[in-house]
């Protein structure tokens, strides 16, 4: 079943190539959407997909990247809009 979930990321986020890890991470698991730096320092993304990758996904920015800290993923689940052709990152 296709979904959707919107993450925002706390902790250690920015400057260490965390949207990287992100990006990533959605285009091995053939997710669209985007992923952006706030303004506060967190890290924020919508993606969509199959469920069971977007669980994989999830679980992979929760772990972070290699000079990450993540402390705090705020998780909503999204029904499926497929308003994405692909996944960015977004400056």
Known sequence: MKKGVHLIVSGMVQGVGFRYHVHRSARRHLLTGWVKNLPDGRVETIAEGNEEELREFAKEVKK????????????????????????????
Not at 73 to 91: H, P, T
């Open 64 to 91: 972070g990247s290699r000079f990450s800290r993540v402390d705090d993923v705020q998780v909503e689940w999204l029904s499926f809009s497929n308003q994405f052709k692909n996944f960015q990152m977004i400056d």
